[in-house]
């Protein structure tokens, strides 16, 4: 990505590219990690574009995808410990939400907030974005309530087993996550196909820019540049229920960027690439937001240059995002793991180990060891269980489970029938 030519030369985010600059990661991974926390920063208080559609909050889910050792996870923790050290005594710092957790927790977590504060907010942080979002009994409901959240609905409501009607008043969650090609094989296409892909910004990067045995960042820049994170966007910056409305210019460049360029993408793109373009309006204007108060301090009027500078970045990020999609297919490891599930499933949700690997040895054709690793696999995320030599599925496990559970999602039937065109349910559980 073209990032160093985007960014302009003076202000906030050329800073924070010449600290990170050091560092191994990429200029890409540096600019979106900054983005998301900053996003979180403004915490529901400003609502853009009021007087039309689209009208998001500025709450933005970023993903840095690359393999191990591209430094995703230095990037994300550079530009969160500088929100964290910006708003640290500040009553307005968002909550870093636990980077292991089941969504029924996080659920709790947002609710209680919601009852204590008449609010609930905070950043999804996660190291292995395929293991925050579950194996395949559980990725429908996970995405689902990310989608609600990204929306910023006014309530959510949800029964569960646990701990009955749990409501969510305006939740304002944004995140911060690493994805790498192998963990994005473990997800189910279809999961992410529902609405999880356009909601997405997948911002890729495949070495460190550099090799640096000890890299050092300038503290003075890193002070300077937490002062003016926390004179822009602290609690003081601006009040809850800002308006930020649209200039003129960037009114009529939305307008004609919309109905020319994307228009043109729309008429000549697959279908994944559709639910992205389908709404990149809404993620321009939230990226401009952010950027606007960045680079200017201002969260009344989105210019047009913070409005250029998202549409850019967008522009650059998308052909490498769609090329992410192409890896979005069902693994042999995945349909390995459906033929476990449906197996112990026909067995009436119980049978031996040595019965179930024996069975899959023989039906699939595949190694003794590689069995193993499957069985394994799904035992690690909760969707087979293993009691002494037998094993159980995840419906018969949570039969006499379910009661005493504190957390855990239960599937439909309908979530448990997706396909992978072989008639077995896809698992893209994580590794």
Not at 176 to 186: F, H, I, N, S
Not at 209 to 235: C, M, N, Q, T, Y
Request: aromatic letters at 8%; proline letters at 5%.
């Amino acid at each position: 990505m073209r990032i160093s030519e985007i960014v302009p030369e003076k202000g906030f985010l050329r800073s924070w590219l010449n600290y990170c600059d050091p560092f191994e990661f990429s200029d890409a991974y540096a600019i979106f990690a900054m983005l998301a926390a900053a996003s979180a920063a403004v915490d529901h208080r400003v609502r853009v574009n009021p007087d039309t559609e689209p009208s998001p909050y500025p709450n933005l889910f970023v993903i840095l995808y690359g393999p191990s050792g591209a430094r995703k996870g230095t990037a994300m923790k550079k530009a969160l410990k500088l929100m964290a050290t910006a708003l640290e005594h500040d009553e307005r710092s968002p909550t870093i939400l636990p980077r292991s957790f089941t969504f029924e927790r996080l659920m709790t977590k947002l609710s209680d907030q919601s009852e204590e504060q008449g609010r609930c907010e905070g950043i999804i942080v996660s190291d292995e974005f395929q293991r925050l979002v579950g194996g395949r009994e559980y990725q429908a409901d996970n995405m689902g309530f990310m989608t609600e959240l990204w929306d910023c609905n006014p309530a959510y409501t949800r029964d569960t087993h646990a701990h009955g009607t749990e409501e969510l008043v305006d939740p304002y969650v944004t995140c911060c996550a690493c994805l790498t090609p192998d963990g994005v094989k473990k997800i189910d296409p279809a999961v992410l196909d529902s609405g999880g892909l356009r909601r997405m910004l997948i911002v890729p990067s495949y070495r460190p820019k550099r090799i640096a045995a000890h890299p050092i960042g300038d503290v003075a820049l890193f002070e300077a540049l937490s002062v003016v994170f926390r004179e822009r966007l602290g609690g003081q910056a601006f009040p809850d229920d800002t308006s930020m409305k649209l200039s003129t210019d960037t009114m009529d460049a939305m307008t004609h960027w919309y109905e020319t360029d994307v228009r043109k993408r729309l008429e000549t793109c697959n279908e994944r690439e559709g639910y992205f373009l389908s709404c990149i309006q809404a993620q321009a204007l939230k990226v401009g937001a952010v950027i606007q108060i960045l680079e200017t301090g201002d969260p009344y009027v989105l210019e047009l240059d913070s409005f250029n500078i998202a549409c850019r970045l967008l522009e650059d990020l998308m052909p490498e995002m769609f090329a992410v999609y192409s890896g979005l297919v069902p693994t042999e490891f995945a349909r390995h793991r459906a033929a476990a599930i449906r197996t112990v499933a026909g067995a009436g949700g119980e049978m031996s180990t040595s019965a179930l690997v024996k069975a899959l040895v023989q039906s699939l054709g595949v190694k003794h060891k590689d069995i193993m690793e499957v069985v394994l696999s799904l035992i690690h995320d909760g969707l087979l269980f293993q009691n002494g030599g037998k094993i159980r599925d995840h419906r018969e496990h949570n039969v006499g489970a379910r009661s005493s559970a504190s957390c855990g999602a239960t599937a439909t039937d309908t979530e448990r029938s997706g396909s992978d065109g072989s008639g077995a349910p896809v698992v893209g559980a994580p590794e």
